[in-house]
């Protein structure tokens, strides 16, 4: 499409609240990190590799036994969430406002070497990290 010179109604939405087709055979946890897979499209519960992007946390407890894409979970994005911190590859004072990565459905690290990107760190408390998604 060619660039216009006339004012656009262009529609928005929030984007805080998605709804994310599943992999087959998943079952995804209220309250835990999603993380979708690059090629597919297909959320699964908090899979980290090169090849998955995390999306935000679960807002329901969601099954699937059917095919790829037959059900959809209900995912926040854009807030804060508190996760644990790894006890082996821990988010640190100096990761404050950086980077840190999904290690599982609810535990973030420190180092992204081969693992998904989480969001950003924006407070660490003794009993988590508080992660921007």
């Not at 993380?35 to 959320?43: D, K, L, P, Q």
């Not at 804060?80 to 406002?97: C, E, M, Q, R």
Request: glycine share 12%; proline share 5%.
């Amino acid at each position: 499409m060619a660039q216009t010179n006339k004012d656009r109604n262009t529609p928005m939405m929030d984007g805080q609240l998605l709804n994310l087709p599943m992999a087959s055979g998943i079952s995804i946890p209220a309250g835990t990190i999603v993380t979708v897979h690059n090629s597919t499209g297909m959320a699964y519960a908090g899979v980290s590799n090169v090849n998955t992007v995390a999306m935000g946390r679960a807002e329901e407890n969601k099954q699937n036994n059917g095919a790829d894409g037959s059900v959809f979970i209900q995912v926040r994005r854009g807030k804060a969430f508190k996760w644990d911190n790894s006890p082996t590859d821990p988010v640190i004072a100096t990761g404050l406002g950086r980077p840190c990565y999904v290690q599982d459905n609810q535990t973030v690290c420190r180092s992204g070497n081969g693992l998904s990107l989480a969001g950003t760190v924006i407070q660490i408390d003794p009993d988590g990290v508080w992660v921007l998604m």
